[in-house]
């Protein structure tokens, strides 16, 4: 345990640059599966007979072995940072679309029965209600892409895109505890990082008027308990 | 590396059928890994979240840290193993199993605590013990929810379960991690594909498997 700490102390310019590296590779395929998920998810929603396929696809996406992934995407980009950030892109696609997609239909109706009464088009009711009310779902998703993302970022040194798997794989080849415990402190360290970071943006996203108390997001079950006693 | 497109099909096809004894050994094995990682996950995680549901102390806190263990990427866990136990089938079993926990035991909690109150108390009034109650009443009612979370640890674990080969386990991996390093596409697929496949199978099979979890007049 100490080794591993030492080792890292010892090389911490190298592993700043994997964690920096692994946020860039992270950040580029969350931002690449946002740009295509969010408005998929906004799409199906206004047109829910394509909400089946659509959700099934990217479903089934995240269902593929990482490793058979990584196959499929080198038969066209061959090694590098664009397999690695098409990959996560595929991953962290589910949650962004089915979150967006969820966040606006569960929307109260008649929140937005009141829009239309009031006059509002239909741009209008999508960017200055249904979008706004459903941020903090859509942020959710981004959260979770982004967990995903760290998960499949981790395995992409196999593809010479580097990041902080880079350190548990030559850890296991050297059969090395103390450089697999570093990178796997490494890791474990900037997801859970990553994960803090993403909450805090999800409550700053969320519309005062709408957040509940901190920045975490309320456990399921508690909610689901407190329901029960009520009824 | 980079084929003209149309040559793709064909040679993906060569690959898989020169090499379908071995796929199908790695496969047989897959399964196994993947099966006995299942009914470990289960049998560890049904009976501990039937458990939080009753003492309720530290139930949150429980179920939340099998969720820090879902975030860590799967190669950490199990790379994690090698220090802890070593190499081969039993440190990946045992990193898989730690990986189906979290959804087991979060359906099996959220879905007992869900049964309505009302449908309990009658249950308690018709005389029954408590642990009729719980299996007549509250596992039956929760069946859908636990089989729904038995079926995404499932597919979790058939899916990672090919990272497996870097820790020494048997499986698909085993065919994709050559190809990885002498980095042929072809060579990755051969294992790729089955594992692709076995994993959809599984998601089908306990979709399927699902409606018949669930008591016949609650079918939809």
Not at chain 1, 11 to 18: E, G, K, M, N
Not at chain 1, 109 to 137: C, F, I, Y
Request: charge should be positive; aromatic fraction near 4%; glycine fraction near 10%.
């Amino acid at each position: 345990m100490l080794d591993a700490l030492q080792y890292m102390v010892d090389r911490s310019d190298r592993f700043l640059a994997l964690a920096w590296e692994h946020l860039l590779l992270v950040a580029a395929g969350v931002g690449v599966a946002a740009v295509i998920g969010i408005p998929l998810g906004v799409l199906i929603a206004r047109r829910p007979r394509w909400a089946g396929p659509v959700l099934g696809v990217s479903n089934t996406l995240q269902t593929v072995p990482v490793l058979a992934m990584i196959g499929v995407v080198m038969l066209f980009t061959g090694l590098g940072k664009d397999t690695a950030v098409i990959c996560i892109a595929a991953y962290s696609l589910m949650p962004i679309v089915r979150n967006t997609y969820v966040g606006i239909t569960s929307i109260d109706s008649a929140v937005v029965d009141a829009a239309r009464a009031m006059g509002m088009t239909p741009r209008q009711l999508l960017l200055h209600v249904q979008v706004p009310l459903a941020l903090p779902a859509i942020a959710a998703g981004l959260r979770t892409g982004a967990l995903v993302g760290m998960g499949t970022a981790s395995v992409m040194s196999l593809v010479a895109a580097g990041g902080l798997g880079a350190e548990i794989f030559m850890g296991l080849s050297r059969i090395s505890n103390r450089i697999i415990l570093a990178g796997i402190f490494a890791l474990v360290a900037l997801t859970l990082l990553l994960d803090a970071v993403m909450g805090l943006i999800t409550w700053l996203l969320t519309s005062p008027g709408i957040r509940t108390t901190g920045p975490r997001r309320r456990p399921v079950a508690a909610s689901r308990r407190r329901v029960s006693i009520g009824a | 590396m980079n084929p003209v497109l149309w040559e793709i099909p064909s040679r993906l096809v060569q690959t898989l059928v020169q090499n379908r004894d071995v796929i199908l050994d790695r496969s047989v094995e897959h399964i196994w890994i993947a099966a006995l990682a299942v009914a470990g996950a289960v049998l560890i995680g049904v009976p501990v979240a039937v458990l939080l549901t009753r003492v309720k102390v530290g139930a949150e806190m429980v179920i939340g840290l099998a969720g820090v263990v879902q975030a860590i990427p799967s190669i950490a866990l199990l790379a994690l193993m090698v220090p802890l136990v070593g190499i081969g089938d039993r440190p990946a079993i045992i990193a898989l199993i730690l990986y189906g926990l979290m959804p087991i035991m979060r359906n099996t909690y959220t879905g007992i605590l869900q049964v309505d109150r009302g449908v309990v108390e009658a249950a308690r009034g018709m005389g029954m013990t408590s642990w009729q109650v719980l299996l007549h009443v509250e596992l039956v009612l929760a069946a859908r929810m636990i089989f729904n979370g038995v079926r995404t640890a499932a597919v979790f674990i058939v899916a990672w379960g090919t990272l497996a080969a870097f820790i020494g386990g048997g499986g698909l991996g085993n065919l994709m991690v050559p190809g990885l390093q002498l980095m042929d596409p072809y060579r990755i697929l051969a294992g790729g594909i089955p594992a692709t496949i076995l994993a959809l199978l599984t998601d089908k099979l306990l979709g399927w498997g699902e409606r018949f979890a669930i008591p016949k007049g609650l079918r939809l």
